[in-house]
């Protein structure tokens, strides 16, 4: 069973606002930290992840990978080193929300694919 942190939250209204809220889950020796970041539409603060989300990026490693990936119809990047155990897996909705879940002492990224299920994206595009 996962126990989940008290959700966190901030703002920031310069050089340009955007607002994000954390969670932190545990089960045993796994932690996964979720992000959503809500940029506003300011796409400056895509510009970062637009690389890895670009469709066909892919890099490999002896440990692990980097790789765009499309998620529920919205472009995203997972990535993941086999030692020491953690992943990365990003995904961009709405051309404004950023969730991003990064794990460590996760088995593979399916973990973290298991969390993001667990998040309805469909509602953060009905945000206004």
Known sequence: ?????KPEGEKM??????SQASVTYKKSDVEIEQKIMDSGFN??????FAMMMA?????ETADGF????MINDNPGCEEW??????????????ERFFVQLEGGGVGDVKTLRT??????????????
């Open 43 to 48: 796409q400056v603060l895509f510009a970062p």
């Open 13 to 18: 209204t310069a050089p340009f606002a955007f």
């Open 81 to 94: 080193d086999g030692d020491p155990r953690s992943g990365d897996l990003g995904v961009g909705v709405a």
């Open 115 to 128: 969390v993001l299920d667990q998040t309805d994206l469909k509602k953060l595009v009905g945000l206004k």
């Open 66 to 69: 980097e790789r765009s990936v």
């Open 1 to 5: 069973r996962w126990e989940r942190s």
């Open 55 to 59: 469709a066909g990026y892919e890099k």
